[in-house]
Nanobody, 124 residues
Framework: VQLVESGGRLVQAGGSLRLSCVAS????????IGWYRQAPGKQRELVAS???????RSADSVKGRFTISRDNAKNTVYLQMTRLKPEETAVYYC???????????????????WGQGTQVTVSS
C-alpha cells in the first residue's frame, strides 16, 4: 500500500484546511487509516483514524474541530481541520494498517505504510 498526502499549506490561526490521503496498491487489505502529526522536537502523535467499518476516533485535543472521513470510490481519506491553532503547526502524515493471511489462512501478517507527509503551518 502506498500513500500520498496533500493539502498542507500556510493558514492563519482560526482558519480551516482539508488534507487528503490517497491510497494505492492493495487497498482492499487496508484495515484502518490514521492521520498523525509531528511538530519540530516532538513525538509523532495520532490525530484521528478511521477503520474499514467506518468507525472513527480522534484525539481529545482536536475533538469538535477536526473530522476524518473517507471516499472509498476514490481510495481517499480526508482530514477536515477547523479553528486551527499555531501549536498545531506540524508535518501531517497518513498511515495505513493493512494485512494478509498466509499459510492457508493460519497466519495473519500485518503491515504499516506511511506517506511522505504534508506541512501545515498555522500563523498567529
Amino acid at each position: 500500500v502506498q500513500l500520498v498526502e496533500s493539502g498542507g499549506r500556510l493558514v492563519q490561526a482560526g482558519g480551516s484546511l482539508r488534507l487528503s490521503c490517497v491510497a494505492s496498491g492493495s487497498t482492499f487489505s487496508i484495515k484502518a487509516i490514521g492521520w498523525y502529526r509531528q511538530a519540530p522536537g516532538k513525538q509523532r502523535e495520532l490525530v484521528a483514524s478511521i477503520n474499514s467499518g467506518g468507525l472513527s476516533r480522534s484525539a481529545d485535543s482536536v475533538k469538535g474541530r477536526f473530522t476524518i472521513s473517507r471516499d472509498n470510490a476514490k481510495n481517499t481519506v480526508y482530514l477536515q481541520m477547523t479553528r486551527l491553532k499555531p501549536e498545531e503547526t506540524a508535518v501531517y502524515y497518513c498511515n495505513a494498517q493493512y494485512g494478509f493471511y498466509s499459510d492457508g489462512g493460519k497466519t495473519w501478517n500485518e503491515y504499516n505504510s506511511w506517506g511522505q507527509g504534508t506541512q501545515v503551518t498555522v500563523s498567529s
